[in-house]
């Protein structure tokens, strides 16, 4: 996983550096590693994804599509990063290059299930989204800073006209040379609508802010892992979650601010030229 952050981030001139986000976060290896969730390799399928539709032409779309398909077939979650794949997408074919071989891939893949197991292909997803509580926010810690301003019986469908919302953002205005910050910008956002109280959940949300390069929503990790292992020990789960969720949310709104603030503090940063990272890499 690191391997293919490192090669994307060189390819397109990033600074191989933000690779570290990924390697080094504490979350991998608990999750990755010790837990073994299935996740790593859907993120892994999810970024490869992500950096061949950045390439330029149809066919690289097309393989990006493939694997992003794979990502989704590998767990569900992926498919959030589908509308950063389509940022700033304006010809139908376009989209189509990502869209059809992502949706072949995925049927074809659950295509064996479905004829083996009919209607249990979906397994235990439906008993799980009772248990944690999205069908019903009253019951659990799902909606958690929804719920701070809005009735119970309001979050659901806010939820889907914001996440609508960000989508239609991203694939408007995204950036097709980089659409992991689109991607991001979705999955950031599902998260602080959403608030899970998983920690494996955030093994995307880190890589996708290591090929972005906004550590800020490393914040939206360190809050579901906060939720997940210190619910059991202080309870008050509900209060929990909207807390570090919302620690998470003030740290996203303030960085934009400090990035400002230390760009205006370099040296030289009134008026003579900047060397960049790009500039030193290839001097």
């Known amino acids: ?24 976060c504490p979350a991998v290896p608990i999750e990755a590693v010790n837990n073994a969730h299935v996740d790593v390799l859907g993120v892994l399928l999810a970024v490869t ?16 599509g493939l694997v992003l398909g ?17 940022s700033g997408v304006r010809r139908v074919r376009d989209a189509a290059a990502v869209l059809v071989p992502a949706a072949a891939f995925t049927l074809l893949a659950y295509l064996p299930y479905v004829l083996l197991s ?12 009772d248990e944690e509580g999205y069908d019903d926010p009253s019951a659990g810690s799902r909606y958690a800073l929804l719920r701070l301003v809005l009735p119970d019986s309001w979050t659901f469908p806010v939820l889907l006209v914001a996440m609508a919302a960000v989508s239609l ?22 998260f602080v609508l959403l608030t899970p109280g998983y920690s494996w959940y955030a093994l995307l949300l880190v890589a996708l802010a290591a090929l972005d390069g906004r550590w800020e929503w490393l914040g939206i990790a360190l809050a579901g892992a906060a939720v997940y292992l210190l ?24 960085a934009p601010a ?17 060397l960049s990272y790009d500039r030193v890499r290839n001097s």
Not at 170 to 181: E, H, I, T
Not at 258 to 274: D, F, K, V
């Open 49 to 64: 994804g992500l950096g061949l539709v950045a390439e330029r032409g149809l066919r690289r779309r097309a393989a990006g």
């Open 1 to 24: 996983m690191t391997g293919a952050l490192l090669l994307i981030l060189r390819r397109r001139g990033q600074d191989p550096r933000r690779a570290a986000y990924w390697a080094w």
């Open 118 to 129: 009919h209607d249990s292909v979906l397994g235990y997803l439906g008993g799980y989204v």
């Open 169 to 190: 953002y991203v694939m408007r205005r995204g950036d097709p040379r980089r659409p992991w910050s689109g991607a991001l910008l979705v999955t950031g956002w599902a």
């Open 231 to 254: 619910a059991p020990v202080f309870g008050h789960r509900p209060a929990l979650s909207a807390t570090a969720y919302g620690a998470a949310v003030l740290l996203i709104l303030a």
């Open 70 to 86: 794979a990502a989704v077939a590998t767990k569900l979650m992926p498919a959030v990063v589908l509308p950063g794949a389509l």
């Open 258 to 274: 400090l990035r400002r603030r230390r760009g205006s503090a370099r040296p030289g940063a009134g008026g003579g030229p900047r």
